[in-house]
């Protein structure tokens, strides 16, 4: 299991405030100080009194749970997601159907022994492809055995046929779980309270409220994390308490590296888009070797090839450029990104490309 771009030397203090999505990366803590060897409970006679070794806080019953976070695309979940947890887990882009996998985040509370674990799920949408399938799929398994159902709305519009559809959903769901209808880009909205109205009245009663900016207002975030995790129920935790994402590296690095061809590519080659990472070679500083990554870029067409090189390579230049500045940022070192544009044709009803990709399993 991959802990992400984290790690115990530089994540950020639980207990601290997160930085936003935006935020520069977490500067590393001084090493901690060494166990002072003066101390009572070095001493030898003290070896064998109970507890002795027993991190602060572990008679603190622990709680862990599930939480779902459902919309319809483009409204803000991975947004909301990454704001919740401090660091990026679940790829952002301007355009709808950036995020196909569950990707999940884990929010420990070190001190209060509670664990969250996020499920961020895909777009709802009508399904067709294979992919369409896996995602339909992968929204039914996200969504069972959690505590709670985030319902994330966008404040800016009422609601639409995807809404409905999501609503709809909703109340196929077990009703014994509290759905949090959460009312995202607010700092954008006009008529945020008619809107929550709007959508509140769409399924079954949602258990709570909230009308927030997940891009702009980290604090509110911050209190519907404490809401959340308040309502966990006593259970061990499911991960260990450094890591925040379940995903592989590879596989985080594959959807950055997506994201920022999204992101060039706008209109130009919806959804056709696949990243694998077939290759990290970890940096050797000794030998002044950066991190390199080799990476495949799928397409479904020879023609879509030439637009995702571009002329005289530009296009790919800039993806890569782009995707290149972001892992540095979140691996903080130098990485070498090596890009090849691969012609693979229905890679998206192909399943043995989907299993490649691990959209499947
Ligand atoms: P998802 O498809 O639901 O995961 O949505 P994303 O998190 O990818 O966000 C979609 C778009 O909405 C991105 O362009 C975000 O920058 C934007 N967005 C997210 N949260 C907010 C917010 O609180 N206010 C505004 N104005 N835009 C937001
Ligand atoms: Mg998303």
């Excluded at 115990?8 to 639980?14: I, K, L, Q, S, Y």
């Excluded at 935006?22 to 070896?47: I, M, Q, V, W």
């Excluded at 309270?193 to 997940?214: F, H, I, N, Q, V």
């Amino acid at each position: 299991m991959y802990d992400g771009p984290d790690d115990e030397t530089n994540a950020p203090d639980p207990h601290q405030p997160t930085p936003g999505p935006d935020a520069p990366p977490p500067t590393p803590t001084p090493e901690a100080p060494a166990p002072d060897a003066d101390a009572p409970h070095a001493d030898a006679g003290d070896a064998a009194a109970p507890d002795a070794d027993a991190p602060e806080g572990a008679d603190v019953p622990m709680h862990a749970g599930f939480v779902a976070i459902l919309g319809k695309p483009n409204v803000g979940k991975s947004t909301l997601l990454n704001t919740m947890l401090g660091v990026k887990v679940a790829p952002i882009s301007p355009k709808p159907q950036t995020t196909r996998r569950g990707v999940r985040g884990i929010w420990t509370d070190v001190e209060s022994r509670r664990q969250l674990v996020f499920v961020d799920t895909p777009g709802l949408h009508a399904g067709r492809t294979e992919l369409d399938q896996f995602m339909t799929r992968e929204i039914r398994g996200a969504v069972a055995d959690v505590e709670v159902l985030l319902w994330v709305v966008d404040l800016r519009r009422p609601p639409g046929d995807e809404d409905r559809d999501v609503a709809r959903l909703l109340d196929g769901l077990d009703p014994n779980t509290p759905v949090f209808l959460v009312g995202n880009k607010l700092d954008a909205a006009k008529y945020p309270e008619e809107a929550m109205d709007l959508y509140a009245d769409l399924g079954r009663p949602p258990t709570r409220r909230y009308a927030l900016s997940a891009q702009r207002d980290p604090a509110a975030v911050y209190e519907l994390r404490e809401d959340l995790l308040d309502l966990l129920p006593e259970s061990p935790f499911f991960f260990p308490e450094t890591i925040r994402s379940d995903q592989t590296r590879e596989q985080w690095a594959g959807e950055l590296i997506r994201e920022s061809a999204m992101t060039h590519l706008r209109q130009e080659l919806p959804y056709s888009v696949a990243v694998e990472v077939r290759q990290w070679v970890d940096a050797d500083p000794e030998a002044g070797d950066p991190l390199v990554l080799q990476a495949d870029v799928w397409v479904e067409k020879a023609q879509h090839r030439r637009i995702v090189i571009g002329h005289g390579g530009r296009m790919i230049k800039e993806i890569g450029r782009t995707a290149r500045k972001q892992l540095e940022t979140f691996l903080d070192e130098k990485v070498f990104l090596d890009l090849e544009v691969v012609v693979r044709p229905d890679w998206r009803m192909d399943p043995e490309a989907l299993r490649e990709l691990g959209y499947r399993s």
